[in-house]
């Protein structure tokens, strides 16, 4: 060991990073060869630092140690002498796994024996500048000067970096001269213009439901999952990833699989039909899906039916519904289930291949990360295959037999089961089989048979990603590359099946889509756009780390969407009665309303208008308070679009006391003075039902115990719901359809819920408008 950490010193290492690097066998051993190489190759015993700091770069990058004697015999020879060759030589070693290697594209690949000349460097930088001397000279030195360095680099592959930098830093200097005190200031930000609730922004109609939408806050969702933004391997370069194995048949795999697919981008998205779609889901319906749209490929729906006991019909029909809600439709819908009979004979093969044995031990042994090894691991292969037939012929009870996989899982579980029994019919093939293989073997068995390229998964897959790859090498299949991204999460709820069965189960909750979950059928119920929640995923990003959100941002997106495309009218929550003495008891009339006042093009509507109105009654108050500016026996108030201004002549009230009609007199708004405010009204309103939520759970997290000991059952908000039985609405929404949204004006969005009737619709609030909390 001693020895070790002298020789990793003398090559340049630190030696806090030498003895790092010794606590890394593999790391350790790779650079050992290639320093070895490389005193062979110069006939010497010292490295020098540069050669020294390449080997070291090289042994700790490179993938296939197979090669690291003959990167170390180029960089002992000098040809390989800079980071950004052995950058190229590196690429060119993933793209040829396979001996032998071509010497000669090898080199021409990593720029060996390239010369470039501080001329060309000089005359690169000449152009360039020369190409933005305009801007050069109006921005000075505010101008970005990295764009200068990437164009002059982009004809001089093999120039040193420091050196163009250098003569950019130069060549700048001679055109603008030494720095100013301007120039060092901070170049300040030009300021966002306010947009007011009810003003004209970008047309978020064009803010697609399929999810090309601008966040307001950068890339487009479309944007974020274009090209090369994501940095994912190209369709049959699957090798080039982090952590791929390669066998023997993996490039002529991979090469049936690019006949097959013409080079398409294939994706899937795989739930369970076991419970609604969440909010998380939207993320991973919206990358899938919007991966393979934004890049012109194809995504597949694949139920991972492999559970009979938990799936029921109602959710295969649901999960479906929600995706094509988001805007997406699937390439393809399939099923796991489509696939048994591949999937059975595949695990024959891998008993027969050694890989995997029928074992004997219970669920509950299995259970945990310290489950004792199985004493029938090293069974006869031809033991496990007529057990395994005799598990597919029902022959052994429920929990008396599992097939197994010889595999250790990267969070150190063993021998992870593919198959258990369940003497349980399946929703689609019935009473077929008693035998169902499990997540862990189905589901990258069915990605390869799909021939999909990228396997999107949430983070915490990334424990199963070796074994995605054993497997499917073990079989000898076309094996994809699996990905992985941040789940996201909101804060104030549960997604969990379980807790919802259990909110669903005790009554605190309706159903899946009771308005107060997070179900995506919750969302739409509550009104809330598909556009908005796609536009709130694009805005969290296609992020790596997980993520924990507040459900304002969500609602942000809602009323962006909302105040485009969400048709005002009035409606009254708490009516009080007013009655317009100076108009004579017959008076019809009809108020024209616009749908979009920023915008009275897009439409209007008629509402009637006569002797007897009703206002909110929190719109009036019989004593005067200082700030209150709507209606008091002394203070008049407009009514909106009436063209009347209102003033009270007689309050009248109940035998308790209570304020029951209000009785005024009218005059025409263009005779008054302008009052301080306008209210809304109903006359001949319909009458409805209104239901206004708020937040399910008091806590943040409700299912963490340190903030909630007693569990998140003991933390619903009793004020969670609020039923107003005998509001009021303008006659205009009779017609409207179930999930037709609104703008009841001044008080928020709202959205027609399936419990409507003809005779009384029923509205949830979807979100409250953003109004100045200090407004009264």
């Known amino acids: 060991m001693a020895d070790t950490l002298i020789l990793f010193t003398s090559i340049g290492l630190s030696e806090q990073k030498a003895k790092e690097t010794l606590k890394n066998e593999a790391l350790s051993s790779a650079l050992k060869e290639a320093i070895t190489q490389a005193q062979n190759v110069t006939g010497v015993s010292e490295v020098d630092k540069a050669m020294g700091m390449l080997l070291y770069s090289m042994a700790s990058r490179l993938k296939d140690t197979k090669r690291v004697a003959f990167l170390s015999e180029n960089i002992a020879q000098r040809k390989i002498s800079t980071e950004l060759q052995l950058a190229g030589a590196l690429e060119f070693l993933m793209s040829h796994p396979h001996d032998p290697i071509n010497q000669k594209e090898f080199e021409e690949a990593c720029g060996v024996g390239v010369v470039i000349t501080p001329e060309q460097i000089e005359d690169a930088v000449e152009s360039v500048i ?23 680099r982009g004809g001089l592959k093999w120039a040193d970096g420091k050196v163009i930098k250098n003569e950019v830093d130069m060549q700048v200097l001679h055109l603008l001269g030494p720095k100013t005190e301007a120039d060092l200031e901070k170049k300040t930000k030009a300021p966002k213009a306010k947009v007011a609730e009810n003003d004209v922004k970008p047309k978020k109609e064009e803010l697609a439901v399929n999810g090309d939408a601008t966040t307001g806050e950068g890339m487009s969702l479309m944007e ?20 791929y194995v390669m066998t023997p048949n993996t490039m002529s795999l991979l090469k049936k699989h690019l006949d097959y697919t013409g080079g398409q981008i294939r994706t899937r998205f795989p739930p369970e039909p076991n419970g609604i779609l969440h909010i998380g889901h939207a993320k991973a319906i919206n990358f899938n899906f919007g991966y393979a749209k934004a890049n012109n490929g194809i995504c597949f729906l694949r139920y991972d039916d492999t559970n009979p006991e938990k799936e029921e019909e109602k959710y295969f029909t649901a999960i479906k519904d929600m995706v094509e809600w988001l805007g997406y439709k699937p390439y393809q819908v399939t099923h796991a289930s489509d696939n048994f009979q591949q999937l059975y004979d595949l695990a024959v093969d891998l008993i027969r291949r050694g890989h995997a044995y029928v074992c004997h031990q219970k669920g509950e042994e299995l259970k945990g990360y310290n489950a004792p090894p199985s004493p029938w691991k090293d069974r006869p292969i031809e033991e496990s295959l007529l057990l395994f037939e005799r598990m597919k012929k029902g022959l052994f009870a429920e929990g008396e037999a599992t097939l197994r996989m010889k595999m250790v899982m990267e969070d150190g579980k063993t021998d992870p089961v593919a198959y258990r029994i369940k003497y349980t019919p399946h929703h689609r093939t019935g009473d077929e089989w008693c035998i169902y293989p499990t997540y862990d073997y189905t589901h990258c068995l069915c990605d390869s048979i799909e021939n999909i390229t990228h396997s999107l998964c949430t983070k915490e897959f990334q424990a199963r990603r070796s ?13 994809p590359v699996q990905w992985e991204y941040g789940r996201l999460n909101l804060t104030y709820t549960v997604v969990s099946k379980r807790k919802i069965i259990k909110l669903v189960e005790t009554g605190v909750v309706r159903d899946w889509d009771d308005p107060r979950l997070f179900t995506l059928t919750a969302l739409r119920r509550r009104g809330f756009p598909p556009e908005a929640i796609n536009n709130f995923c694009a805005r969290v990003g296609v992020t790596v780390s997980q993520t924990t959100t507040e459900p304002h941002l969500l609602e942000s997106c809602v009323r962006e969407v909302l105040n485009d495309t969400a048709p005002r009218v009035m409606a009254v929550l708490e009516p009080l009665k007013v009655t317009i003495m100076n108009l004579p008891e017959n008076t019809q009339s009809e108020v024209r309303v616009p749908d979009f006042p920023a915008n009275e093009a897009k439409g209007s509507h008629m509402v009637p208008f006569s002797r007897t109105i009703f206002i909110e009654q929190s719109d009036f108050r019989e004593v005067m308070e200082k700030g209150y500016k709507r209606l008091t026996p002394e203070q008049p108030v407009g009514l909106r679009h009436a063209g009347y201004v209102i003033s009270v002549q007689k309050v009248i009230k109940d035998t308790q006391g209570k304020v029951v009609e209000v009785e005024v007199n009218c005059c025409s708004s263009d005779a008054a003075e302008k009052p301080k405010a306008f209210i809304h009204w109903v006359s001949q309103p319909l009458q409805c039902e209104v239901r206004l939520y708020d937040r399910l759970f008091l806590h943040k997290h409700p299912e963490d115990t340190s903030e909630v000991p007693n569990g998140f059952l003991s933390d619903i908000n009793p004020d969670s719901l609020q039923v107003i039985s005998s509001a009021f609405v303008d006659t205009s929404v009779k017609r409207a359809k179930v999930f037709d949204k609104f703008q009841f004006e001044r008080l928020g969005y709202f959205s027609l819920d399936p419990d409507s009737t003809a005779d009384k619709p029923v509205f949830n609030r979807t979100v409250t408008l953003k109004e100045d909390p200090g407004k009264i």
């Open 467 to 479: 074994s995605y790859y054993w497997l499917c090498n073990a079989l000898d299949v076309y094996c």
């Open 224 to 243: 974020q999952l274009r090209g090369e933004a994501l940095k994912f391997h190209k369709t049959g370069e699957n090798y080039k990833t982090e952590g």
């Open 130 to 152: 020369k190409k933005h001397k305009e801007e050069l000279l109006k921005e000075r030195y505010h101008f970005n000067m990295g764009l200068l360095m990437r164009e002059a």
